[in-house]
């Protein structure tokens, strides 16, 4: 089993609408990380979370909301969903807290389409 | 603010040939850069990471240097195979313990047979 799985891999949405992208990890990292990535901008970080009491904003949070319910789970919200939030989204965890380096693990990517 | 920049054009080479990806980067001192590789719709995956200090880091058939005088990492596949086509990105680490990973946008690499 892949070790940072990310649910639905795939979602169709209309503007306005609520939605709820998941991710799970059995690697036993406190860190974790919402990215989205559009063609030509690279990877951007919307929130992470160095542990479960802990989040934080990163560099294009605005129109997202996260929650970290355990160690193992991360859920990012879009709570009014606007087609310019169309993209591929990752959810990566790493074990920096411990190994010290931020080498970070990527789950398959949710892509969105935001109609 | 920071800025890390990757040669936006896809680099092709033929098989067995060496392919070398630039990464620089500018108001930026950071303690390690990593690189990664990533298939399409699929997520980036570690493949090598040095230290500021460092000068080369080898793996196989692959190979990084670092240089924190240009502000440039070198990455080198060696005998490049046609699977070896993907897009490559560096990211960059701070000092802090608390530092996030800053990505560049990334270098296609298609090898042809």
């Known amino acids: 089993d892949a070790d940072v799985t990310q649910t639905p891999r795939n979602r169709i949405t209309k503007t306005g609408k609520r939605i709820m992208l998941e991710c799970s990890q059995t690697k036993g990292h406190d860190r974790m990380y919402w990215y989205r990535q559009d063609p030509g901008l690279g990877l951007r970080l919307i929130y992470y979370s160095f542990d479960v009491k802990d989040i934080n904003k990163g560099e294009i949070s605005d129109g997202y909301s996260v929650s970290r319910q355990a160690q193992a789970k991360f859920s990012l919200s879009l709570e009014s969903a606007i087609p310019n939030q169309t993209a591929l989204y990752f959810c990566a965890t790493s074990d920096a807290g411990t190994s010290k380096f931020e080498t970070q693990y990527f789950g398959p990517g949710t892509r969105l389409l935001v109609l | 603010s920071q800025k890390i920049e990757q040669n936006s054009e896809a680099l092709n080479i033929q098989e067995g040939k060496t392919a070398t990806l630039t990464c620089n980067y500018t108001n930026y001192s950071p303690a390690y850069l990593q690189w990664y590789r990533q298939d399409p719709g699929r997520g980036p995956v570690f493949l090598l990471l040095?230290?500021?200090?460092?000068k080369e880091k080898r793996k196989e058939r692959l190979k990084v240097t670092f240089d924190t005088t240009l502000k440039q990492s070198l990455f080198h596949i060696t005998a490049s195979q046609p699977a070896d086509s993907a897009t490559y990105l560096c990211?960059?680490?701070?000092?802090?313990?608390?530092?996030?990973?800053?990505f560049g946008k990334g270098t296609m690499l298609l090898v042809s047979p």
């Open positions: 040095i230290r500021e200090n460092e």
């Open positions: 990211a960059l680490e701070g000092h802090s313990g608390y530092s996030t990973l800053t």
